[in-house]
């Protein structure tokens, strides 16, 4: 289908708000979901380094208290 002019594209016969409309709608819900996508992900992304650095402590922690409770060879 050509169009006479530019407003005629724009128009659409008479079509034009609902077209106009219904990609605006869609290209706003489709920008929503990359940006909602990106958030998730960097939060995924700190969760997985909190647990990793949460872990770490908790491996030292338990290093440390394993070298207390061992007897030293002087104690002996």
Not at 27 to 32: R, T, Y
Not at 60 to 66: D, F, R, V
Request: hydrophobic fraction near 40%; glycine fraction near 6%; charge should be positive.
């Amino acid at each position: 289908m050509q169009f006479d002019s530019f407003s005629a594209f724009l128009d659409m016969g008479g079509y034009g708000f609902y077209v106009w409309l219904s990609y605006g709608v869609s290209i706003s819900a489709l920008a929503l979901l990359v940006i909602s996508s990106i958030s998730s992900h960097k939060k995924v992304k700190q969760q997985i380094v909190q647990r990793q650095k949460r872990e770490a402590k908790l491996r030292q922690a338990a290093e440390q208290q394993k070298a207390q409770n061992q007897p030293n060879a002087e104690q002996l």
